[in-house]
């Protein structure tokens, strides 16, 4: 993990230079200001699908705050002209559980949508898409492709999701593997991925590039401040839970006082032992 140092942030053009050289698109918050620019965007989505995608609206670094539960800061949250959605999150650690977080961050981009009146059968076609260092399967493959089916059967259950997940540890040698080769270097000198290429170089050698890429990981640690403050609050909310229960109040009524559903209660419980 890279250790950033403010007068890096703040100091010569050739400092911030320097500081920005060492990030690649496998950092979230380097990925995330390279996909602002959507001609970027739009080469990357298009070589992972193997199809064009034309993007109407994207956002990056998008939260979705829940301070009764987790928030989620997804890395890119992109719709195309179809109105499909994509979320595409990198990851450098293999901290486990990888599948049952990107189940929590799809059920958040759910959220987000029905918060607009969608209705369950209008919900679109969601597309979850993992990029990771390391082959999270451990298969030997640098791409893999989720599906649900019906015990016993090759019928498939159509849920809208479709669950993508790609690596940079597996080189096979074809041209998704050297686009993903790309995004663990992701070198200035490499003019090989058209418009990726292209924002990857403006961010890195640019002066104007060089300065967004630096107030990017400003406003970065001031939102960790952020999510650490909501946190300090719902651990208030817990202690508030213990008290109410060692004074014989039952679960059920000290989780509606708070306002703290039982899920997030239990999970908190579990972290604790």
Request: charged share 30%; with cysteine; proline share 1%.
């Amino acid at each position: 993990m890279l250790v950033i140092k403010h007068e890096d942030l703040i100091g010569t053009y050739e400092q911030k230079r320097a500081l920005v050289s060492q990030f690649n698109l496998m950092d979230d918050t380097f990925f995330s200001v390279v996909m602002r620019d959507k001609a970027a965007c739009e080469y990357l989505l298009s070589a992972l699908m193997g199809k064009s995608v034309s993007i109407i609206e994207h956002k990056t670094q998008y939260s979705i705050r829940n301070i009764e539960s987790h928030s989620v800061v997804l890395d890119a949250l992109v719709e195309d002209n179809e109105h499909n959605l994509y979320n595409v999150e990198v990851q450098k650690e293999d901290e486990g559980n990888h599948e049952r977080r990107m189940r929590y961050n799809q059920t958040a981009v759910d959220w987000t949508y029905l918060e607009k009146g969608v209705k369950y059968n209008k919900l679109p076609e969601l597309y979850m898409i993992f990029i990771s260092e390391f082959d999270t399967f451990k298969l030997g493959r640098n791409n893999y492709s989720l599906s649900l089916y019906i015990d016993g059967t090759n019928t498939k259950c159509d849920d809208g999701i479709h669950r993508l997940y790609f690596n940079t540890a597996v080189d096979d040698g074809t041209d998704l593997s050297k686009l993903l080769q790309y995004m663990a270097d992701s070198s200035a000198e490499n003019n090989g991925f058209g418009a990726l290429s292209q924002a990857v170089k403006h961010h890195k050698i640019a002066n104007e590039g060089v300065d967004s890429m630096c107030k990017a990981v400003e406003d970065y640690a001031n939102r960790r401040k952020e999510d650490w403050l909501l946190e300090g609050k719902l651990a208030g909310k817990l202690e508030d839970i213990k008290n109410m229960l060692k004074d014989g109040l039952p679960l059920e009524k000290a989780l509606k006082y708070t306002g703290i559903d039982e899920d997030t209660y239990k999970e908190h419980c579990q972290r604790m032992q």
